[in-house]
């Protein structure tokens, strides 16, 4: 009988916490527009990731809708020589119904891409000016805007929303779009 208890007292562990689990997954928003989506978008902010170190300043992201439903990704920047780094990609969409989970991979051999990292769409302003998007472990996010710089009322609500969706905004870095050096 204490065996059976045991049983049952490790199972409900468990399965509260697989739900657990699910529940901490950030929220995506409701659905996206990938023609609306695509164009360019300069990074306004990001939470600092090693495959970022060489960028200096002017971080953008451009996508491109493919006929066969994949996104065309050119992200670049400039690094501290004023050379640019930049690295194209696809993003597949995982999530067919709200367009707003994809996964991207910037790595091919022969063609085929091996390594994909999920992109989820988590805020999006109803006229597309600013997005914020992350990963669902939460260990890489940006803040994408059309503009290079956003408002201090669009980034407080850009904030609120972070945190909605289990982020801390103070692990985003700002991201400058200019050298810093004076003509």
Known sequence: MMNAQILIFLFIILFSGQLTAQDTLPQTVESVDLQRYAGLWYEIAHIPNRFQKSCAYGTTAEYRVRKD????VINQCYERDGDIDRVKGIAKIIDQNSKAKLQVSFFAIFGWHLFWGDYWILGLDDDYQWAVVGSPDRKYGWILSRAPELSSQVRKK?????EKRGYNPEKFV???HHSGNRI
Request: aromatic share 0%.
């Open 69 to 72: 439903g994949k996104m065309e």
């Open 158 to 162: 850009i904030d609120d929303l972070l």
């Open 174 to 176: 700002e991201t400058r």
